[in-house]
């Protein structure tokens, strides 16, 4: 017993020494241990990462000066494919060259690109088995451990690295995992390793907002990277070899609401000849779930649907009504552009039912005999009660199909079988009131004529007109002048917007630029502002609420529409290219957009802008052309007097 | 045999947990030793964004102090902050406008200082530490930034030729903490355990694909330098930048090379016709080959092929890469 004892406090006596020596000699152990497991991991990699060389192509892509210079590519089969990140050939090289790992350079070829995850598939002549790393599946990972991002841009032979943790997994809506490893153009294209040597996936540029080969290369070196997770790459490697392209397959659908974190994934329109409709989705419904996934909000119904690609066929799981309908939809790389079916009415804004306005010119409805003062009652034997319930049925149909409609005309019913046409490209004639009421003066009616409008953080000079006879029980069509840089005169303004503002139930709104040399496109933001603040006190329409812009200030106008889909609705410009670098998004059948432009056909400039006009047109949006005249730099009355009857007319049906 | 289960994982797990920890708090204490070696440097600069400040280290007991040369030197005042705190005008004792490092003295000498005779060097994969002034945020007797790192690459500086920017060409110490940050220039790269190993560079760009590049120049490149400086025999070396090239180099006409015509900037250097009897025509070249590499340099415009020409004597054999199809092909010319 008191053997055991003293035994016992041996152990601990002699066990309390070793431990601390283990303290001294661990010290410096555990920094060379993992400095030398850091050490170790790159180098089981280090022959699996091919340094590529690249020559010929842009000097600039963009404002950006190309890069050019040596990248890397991450070997995926041992018959000489590679993966690389298309960051690496934006600039459009003439040839391509990889160094093999024993030191040999031989020319490469672009198989493949994966336009949803930035990649490129590359193929060389390898006459020896190149060495293909270990690939670690996501499920295996976990936010914290050590990511190493190795890449070959220094050197063919010794990988260059950078080390730090994993900080997310499901980045980019879902296509990427996240590292605060240093990650840029130095090792785009390398791999992103774990601490064993084994790879996570294939470092590129990604942004979850901007698309493109480039989007997200400005975040480089900041601690935001991205790799694509390679186990994920695996089962489309085959169809990247077979030479096809990867796109992100699309469903064609637009969801009701615009917080993608709070508003439920109801749909709020079905693009016809998508996915979506061939499957039988239909507006109203909701989404519960994607692939057997619960989704509640528009994000995660993105961080389910944004990974996949055209070619996919996804499960989803609806909320109709009582039931819960499956469907199962193939995504598509394109959506045919959509374009606005047309009946050809404007409704009559304060009316209780679907009374018309007027009936346009050439339009279905007036070839159908219909005019102004009748009542639609009902269409393909559903009661049309409300004007937005009209247009988002119509939205949903196919211009050319054929409708049945019901209407009164005094205490008489009629039938008329009308094929609906696309809207209109003409301005049309002078309109009826859009109003059948008179209201009467509230008590306190609020601020009328020239109303400042300041944003507490901009310095942006903005100015309001509110027609006198406003009525707050009536919505306003919005006219926002985004003036040119300089001094803008506000009575003149005021003057020559004043009759026809009034006359077609407008406000007016001017925004000039901050800087007296030109409009920013962080802008964009500042208009919006100065729109809503507008809003909050007086009662506008966004579905008519238009933006003009002569010049710069056109083209600015068209960056604040293009961004800012459900409050603009029409854009009016004169003499006014679309930005470079600035896309035009899809037509929607939710959010319309109208376009008017001006501008004098002889002039230079004309045949470019005629060409823009057509490339609108061709996706879909109705674009208004009106001549100016020789040389025009400013609006005359003739041109303000034909923008206010278009904008007038944009709640057409 | 006897002993307790109990007692051998009381004293495993202790043992395992203070090392971590003292893995942690031997870190600091190397951090505290280097600290009071780095200085803050304040001089010209100031205006059109450029910075008036920069870093250095103490490099001897008589108060000699390594940094890069720049325009922060390029005043008649040059005021030191030490890690105490103390103000100290410096005198320049000397640059080497090559590797564009400079040696600062003050009248103190109880500074503790790095011995570059000490110094070590670094492989790839090395964790380090970098201490700097960056963006000035110290100020005063605080002691300077700390960024940690790991060595990315050991390669050779890539200025671009055409930019005098940089001159260095040497091999650098390429990390992955940011240091390429205003005001870090100047400051000490060190290993885990404080050894000095390089002088953090200035803010470049790297030439091959335009990305900031952290970098830091291995004090063995800069020692014998420092020590002429030092001991008042340093004689500035030739920046002539054309002392390699032949009076007579070749050019492409006398090879016999027609190239598509030049109409960018970046035209790739694509052979479009062969002159008869000409070097070219005996090496076997052909319409449609494009020049690759001048011996073993990558040539990525024609503009860039013309340049590298300028380096070879019209008497020399030129070698050649060049890819015809997916083919790549050696050729000598001019033999």
């Not at chain 2, 503790?112 to 530490?129: A, C, I, K, M």
């Not at chain 2, 300077?144 to 050779?156: E, F, K, N, Q």
């Not at chain 2, 240091?179 to 091959?208: C, F, H, M, Y």
Request: charged fraction near 20%.
């Amino acid at each position: 017993m008191n053997k055991k004892y003293s035994l016992a406090m041996l152990g601990v006596a002699l066990g309390f020494f070793a431990s601390l020596s283990a303290v001294i000699q661990g010290a410096e152990d555990l920094n060379t241990l993992e400095q030398k497991a850091l050490r170790e991991a790159v180098e089981v990699v280090a022959p699996s990462v091919i340094q590529i060389e690249t020559v010929g192509g842009l000097e600039k892509v963009g404002d950006q000066l190309a890069g050019g210079g040596p990248c890397s590519a991450l070997v995926v089969s041992a018959d000489g494919y590679l993966l690389s990140s298309s960051y690496n050939f934006v600039h459009e090289p003439t040839s391509i060259l990889a160094s093999l790992p024993g030191g040999k350079r031989t020319s490469a070829k672009i198989i493949a690109r994966d336009h949803s995850r930035n990649l490129v598939l590359l193929k060389i002549n390898a006459e020896e088995p190149l060495p293909v790393p270990t690939f670690v599946p996501r499920d295996d990972l976990r936010v914290g451990q050590w990511t190493i991002a190795v890449g070959k841009s220094f050197s063919p032979v010794d990988a260059n690295a950078s080390i730090g943790v994993l900080s997310a997994l499901h980045r980019v809506w879902g296509k990427a995992i996240q590292s605060d490893a240093k990650i840029s153009p130095n090792n785009y294209g390398g791999a992103l390793i774990d601490i064993h040597g084994r790879v996570i996936g294939v470092i590129t540029s990604l942004s979850p907002q901007a698309t493109g080969p480039q989007a997200g290369a400005d975040w480089y070196d900041s601690g935001i990277g991205f790799a694509v997770p390679l186990t994920e790459m695996q089962p489309r490697l085959e169809k990247l070899m077979q030479g096809e392209d990867l796109r992100q397959g699309l469903l064609g659908i637009s969801l009701k609401g615009n917080d993608i974190m709070a508003d439920r994934p109801e749909i709020g329109a079905v693009r016809y000849n998508s996915p979506a409709q061939e499957s039988g989705i239909l507006a109203g419904d909701i989404i519960t779930a994607i692939q057997g996934r619960q989704v509640v909000n528009h994000a995660q119904m993105k961080h389910q649907l944004e990974p996949m690609y055209a070619g996919d066929e996804v499960a989803l799981t609806l909320q109709r009504g009582d039931d819960s309908v499956e469907v199962k939809a193939t995504l598509t790389a394109v959506l045919v552009p959509y374009a606005h079916p047309f009946l050809g009415i404007l409704p009559v804004r304060d009316a209780e039912g679907i009374v018309v306005r007027d009936v346009l010119a050439d339009s279905p409805a007036a070839t159908a005999g219909l005019t102004a003062g009748d009542v639609i009652v009902r269409v393909n034997d559903k009661p049309a009660t409300t004007v937005d319930e009209l247009r988002t049925q119509i939205s949903a149909l196919e211009p050319d199909t054929a409708i049945q409609l019901v209407y009164r005309r005094g205490e008489e019913e009629k039938n008329a079988e009308i094929t609906l046409a696309t809207l209109p490209t003409s301005v049309p004639g002078e309109l009826p009131a859009a109003w059948s009421k008179e209201v009467e003066q509230p008590a306190q009616p609020p601020q009328t004529g020239e109303v400042e409008v300041r944003l507490a953080e901009e310095p942006n000079a903005a100015f309001a007109w509110i027609p006198d006879d406003y009525h707050a029980d009536r919505r306003y069509s919005l006219l926002v002048l985004l003036q040119e840089p300089g001094d803008v005169d506000k009575q003149a303004t005021i003057d020559a917007w004043k009759a026809v503002c009034k006359q077609s139930g407008a406000i007016l709104l001017s925004v000039s630029p901050a800087s007296k040399e030109r409009w920013t496109p962080s802008e964009t933001g500042v208009v919006r502002k100065c729109i809503e603040q507008l809003a909050g006190k007086y009662n506008i329409a966004p579905g008519r609420t238009a933006l003009v812009g002569v010049r710069s200030g056109g083209a600015m106008a068209y960056m604040v529409a293009f961004e800012n889909r459900e409050a603009i609705a029409g854009v009016v410009t004169l003499a006014a290219p679309i930005p470079r670098g600035v896309q035009p998004p899809d037509n929607d059948p939710l959010h319309r957009l109208a376009i008017f432009t001006l501008y004098d056909d002889m002039s230079p400039q004309a045949a470019q802008l005629k060409k823009l006009d057509e490339a609108l047109a061709k996706m879909k949006f109705p674009v208004v052309h009106r001549s100016a005249a020789k040389g025009a730099d400013k609006l005359t009355d003739d041109d303000r007097t034909a923008i206010t009857r278009w904008l007038d007319s944009l709640d057409r049906i | 045999m006897n002993r307790s289960p109990f007692v051998i994982a009381l004293t495993l797990s202790l043992g395992l947990l203070t090392s971590a920890a003292q893995a942690e708090s031997s870190l600091a204490k190397t951090i505290r030793g280097v600290q009071p070696r780095i200085v803050k440097i304040f001089g010209a600069g100031g205006l059109r964004g450029l910075e008036s400040y920069q870093s250095g280290f103490v490099i001897s007991p008589e108060g000699h102090i390594l940094t890069v040369w720049s325009y922060v030197l390029d005043s008649s005042v040059i005021t030191i902050v030490a890690n105490d705190g103390r103000r100290f005008t410096a005198e320049l004792v000397g640059a080497d406008p090559e590797l564009e490092v400079a040696v600062l003295k003050v009248d103190a000498d109880d500074l503790p200082f790095f011995n570059l005779d000490e110094s070590v060097e670094l492989t790839s994969g090395q964790r380090v530490l970098t201490f700097s002034n960056l963006y000035g945020i110290a100020t005063g007797d605080e002691p300077a930034s700390v960024l940690h790192g790991y060595i990315t690459a050991i390669t050779d500086l890539q200025g671009r030729r055409s930019a005098a920017e940089v001159r260095y060409k040497g091999p650098v110490y390429v990390v992955d903490a940011m240091t390429n940050n205003p005001g870090a220039a100047g400051g000490a790269l060190t290993d885990q355990q404080g050894q000095i190993a390089g002088v953090l560079g200035k803010e470049i760009r790297n030439a091959s694909n335009n990305v900031w590049l952290n970098y830091s120049i291995p004090i063995r490149e800069l020692q014998n330098s420092v020590e002429d400086i030092l001991s008042g025999r340093f004689r500035p070396r030739s920046r002539d930048e054309n002392q390699n090239r032949p009076m007579q180099p070749i050019t492409l006409a006398q090879l016999g090379l027609i190239l598509l015509p030049d109409v960018l900037p970046k035209t790739p250097p694509f052979v479009e016709r062969v002159a008869p009897e000409s070097p070219a025509e005996t090496a076997g070249l052909r319409p449609n080959d494009l020049v690759m590499f001048v011996e073993r340099r990558l040539i990525s415009s024609q503009r860039d092929l013309r340049e590298e020409l300028t380096f070879i004597d019209r008497d020399d054999p030129v070698r050649l890469t060049l890819l015809r199809g997916d083919e790549l092909i050696e050729v000598t010319l001019n033999e």
